[in-house]
């Protein structure tokens, strides 16, 4: 989410940056319209105020939303190793920690990958849940469904 929204701010700022750019400076008056003069160079410092604005703002909102508290709280009944019986997926376990989420690449082999937030939203069957977790520097979603079992004694 955040690495979107970065992206998102910087592309707008760069094409603000460009739209300031492309337009003409006018140095100078003109005594037929009854402007007021601009001291030469003043169209740069105009051009100069308002990029560091842009970055400036966007520096503000990048900086608010690294502060944001994500939930990364796991809950007890999601902790532990989770496989499969179904023949496509029956050597691609996966185990979820408190705070990482593991996934079975071979046999032998798993990768380790630290839990960001987790989405929870209840669904009409099960819960809904997406684990955002850090793959190798990139934010990756893991998205599953849990359907509590009902145990009658």
């Not at 105020?49 to 970055?55: D, E, H, K, Q, R």
């Not at 071979?106 to 939203?121: C, F, K, N, P, S």
């Amino acid at each position: 989410m955040q690495s979107e929204n970065h992206a998102h701010l910087s592309e707008k700022a760069a094409e603000l940056i460009a739209a300031i750019k492309d337009q003409p400076a006018t140095v100078g008056h003109s005594a037929s319209r009854g402007r007021a003069s601009t001291p030469p160079g003043g169209d740069n410092v105009k051009v100069l105020a308002a990029i560091l604005g842009v970055v400036v703002v966007v520096g503000v909102v990048l900086l608010t939303l690294s502060l944001l508290p994500r939930d990364k709280a796991i809950p007890d009944e999601l902790v532990g190793v989770w496989r499969t019986e179904a023949a496509s997926h029956a050597d691609r376990g996966f185990e979820i920690q408190k705070t990482s989420v593991r996934f079975q690449i071979d046999e032998t082999v798993w990768t380790t990958h630290t839990i960001l937030e987790v989405e929870r939203d209840q669904g009409d069957s099960g819960v809904n849940y997406v684990i955002h977790h850090d793959a190798e520097g990139d934010e990756a979603l893991f998205a599953f469904v849990y359907f509590a079992r009902l145990l009658i004694r």
